[in-house]
């Protein structure tokens, strides 16, 4: 089993619309949590940290759920511009408190 | 402007021609890591650095060199390159082991 697991997609929506993302790791004891935004061939650029209470930004929604543990982010009125790939990120608990990346999720907004 | 910087963007190399790229942060940060991006295998991380002169190994460390001389330069350092060493290169650092990693913004490597 992967730490760190997210559906691929792509997925398609239209502008306006709500979507969800959920990423799942296998650590427990993980400590940060992570949401970030890669455009094609592009640096990953931090989108949003996520907290234990569930955090808000904007458009931007992030939840984290200890018990199950996963984390989802959530879109709402997507723009063609949230069109990416967005990445859940988890530490792995150690010395370094190294950040393990899942694979990504696509995210294709039309009009 | 906070940021940090890799160069080459991109490189074409033969099999066994050693090369370096560079990496260089201005944020004062600590810890520096390399990783690597394949198509389906996500970020791996290949060399972590979390103080000048304190380097380790991570994921995928085989055929890679690094060094911290310096506290901002991290460079990546590939001693007899091979064909599957082909890949999307990021060096990243940090302020603190809770941290966000902040990118450069990357360096497309070709061996044939």
């Known amino acids: 089993r992967k730490e760190v697991e997210q559906d691929p997609g792509p997925f398609n929506v239209p502008e306006g619309a709500t979507v969800a993302f959920n990423c799942t790791y296998s650590?427990?004891?993980?400590?940060?949590f992570f949401w970030y935004r890669q455009d094609c061939r592009k640096e990953p650029k931090l989108l949003m940290s996520?907290?234990?209470s569930g955090n808000e930004d904007g458009r931007f929604t992030a939840q984290l759920n200890r018990a199950s543990q996963y984390i989802s982010l959530l879109i709402r009125d997507s723009k063609l511009s949230d069109s990416a790939t967005y990445l859940c990120v988890v530490s792995r608990s150690g010395g370094y408190n190294k950040l393990i990346f899942g694979a990504g999720t696509r995210l294709a907004v039309h009009p | 402007e906070a940021q940090v910087t890799q160069n080459p963007r991109y490189l074409i190399t033969v099999t066994g021609k050693k090369l370096t790229v560079t990496c260089s942060q201005n944020?004062?940060?600590?810890?520096m890591s390399w990783y690597r991006q394949d198509p389906g295998l996500g970020l791996r991380q290949i060399y972590y650095s979390m103080n000048v002169e304190v380097t380790d190994k991570g994921d995928v460390p085989e055929g890679y060199k690094v060094s911290r001389k310096e506290k901002r330069n991290f460079p990546l350092i590939l001693e007899s390159p091979s064909p599957n060493q082909t890949s999307l290169y990021f060096c990243?650092?940090?302020?603190?082991?809770?941290?966000?990693?902040?990118f450069g913004n990357g360096t497309r490597l070709t061996v044939t």
């Open positions: 990243a650092s940090r302020t603190g082991l809770n941290s966000p990693l902040h």
């Open positions: 650590n427990s004891a993980s400590q940060s």
């Open positions: 996520v907290y234990s």
């Open positions: 944020m004062n940060h600590e810890y």
